[in-house]
């Protein structure tokens, strides 16, 4: 990677908030795969690696990632949130593209040792440090289109990070994409890398055309997901979303508020739907986008092909909305107890 064009390193400006994922923390982790083992990971200052031009992953798309969060609580502790499942998705993503699985305790310890290492880059909340493991298949040969990767690499990066969304909690405006998939039915369900510049093209397009700040697929006319977090719709007492299938990411922050929404006081039904059972739902009640990146932003306004702009409710985040993610946070920051094994401390 050319110098110039290289994110700012090791610079946690707490006042300027720079865009999410620009600024990447001092220190990485790194472990290759080859003749069938990982080497033991070393941990080397973040800047560039060298790598053959015909590594599989440039050609072929053998990479994927995870994104999760570890949040500085306020005895000064720096605590993981829900590891061991971003570990396990990250295997699955890697079953899925025939890359090698990470092995879960070395990578456990390569997160918690990036994390020991940059301790003093983490942000105070609201902002956290984003964790990015990151697998590829390398192997220098460009005839593999119809063989897995003979070698790979996994690299752990972090990124001290404030709002995904500029604007923070400002009410979202999603455009209703009816026809097209994020990306192909199988790999919905894993973290591939190329599943995200699948969706790229639907999601400039909605953008300048509509001025969305995301697109929620839904082909077929089924609601789905939006190009980087789960959809959910919440009223008084209830919340529905999709149910699991491959066509789309089980994000780990759904995970976690539909198992705490039985507490708050929401029943929690999974299962398809359809866009017209979301609109009729919008008239009185709420929508929001939820993801580690995300964590649970309030719908304002959904747009349909032709302009149309339809309010979600009033027009601002919701009460549920802003309950369900002050509930979600506090777990996250250790203010209130969370489920054996959501934490771990670094
Ligand atoms: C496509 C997609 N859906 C959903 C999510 C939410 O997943 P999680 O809550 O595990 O971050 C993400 C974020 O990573 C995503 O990229």
Request: hydrophobic share 40%; glycine share 10%.
């Amino acid at each position: 990677m050319n110098a110039q064009v290289m994110p700012q390193t090791n610079a946690p400006d707490m006042t300027a908030r720079p865009a999410f994922g620009t600024v990447l923390a001092s220190q990485m982790a790194v472990t290759s795969w080859k003749d069938g083992r990982w080497s033991p990971h070393e941990f080397r200052r973040y800047g560039p690696i060298e790598l053959s031009p015909a590594i599989h992953a440039i050609h072929y798309g053998s990479a994927c990632f995870e994104g999760f969060k570890a949040y500085r609580w306020v005895d000064g502790s720096v605590n993981v949130f829900r590891m061991d499942r971003h570990i396990a998705r990250l295997q699955n993503s890697a079953d899925c593209l025939r890359l090698p699985r990470p092995d879960t305790t070395q990578l456990a310890a390569m997160v918690t040792g990036v994390i020991d290492r940059v301790r003093g880059e983490v942000p105070e909340s609201p902002g956290a440090l984003y964790l990015r493991p990151t697998l590829f298949g390398t192997g220098a040969s460009i005839g593999g289109a119809t063989l897995p990767a003979t070698e790979a690499m996994l690299i752990v990066l972090a990124s001290p990070v404030w709002d995904y969304f500029a604007g923070g909690e400002k009410p979202l405006r999603i455009f209703v994409e009816e026809k097209l998939t994020r990306t192909s039915t199988l790999m919905g369900q894993v973290k591939a890398a190329g599943n995200y510049a699948a969706a790229l093209g639907p999601t400039l397009a909605a953008r300048d055309q509509y001025q969305s700040d995301q697109v929620l697929f839904c082909p077929g006319g089924s609601v789905q997901e939006t190009g980087a977090a789960n959809f959910l719709l919440i009223r008084e007492g209830k919340i529905l979303t999709r149910s699991l299938d491959t066509t789309f990411l089980h994000g780990i922050t759904r995970d976690s508020l539909l198992a705490i929404a039985p507490q708050l006081g929401f029943a929690v039904e999974e299962r398809q739907f359809a866009v017209d059972e979301m609109l009729a739902w919008v008239k009185d009640g709420e929508a929001a986008l939820c993801g580690t990146a995300a964590v649970l932003s309030g719908v304002g306004t959904l747009v349909r092909e032709g302009g149309q702009a339809i309010p979600v409710g009033g027009g601002d985040v919701g009460p549920h909305t802003r309950r369900l993610r002050k509930a979600l946070v506090s777990m996250q920051l250790g203010e209130i107890p969370t489920p054996a094994g959501w934490i771990t401390q670094a």
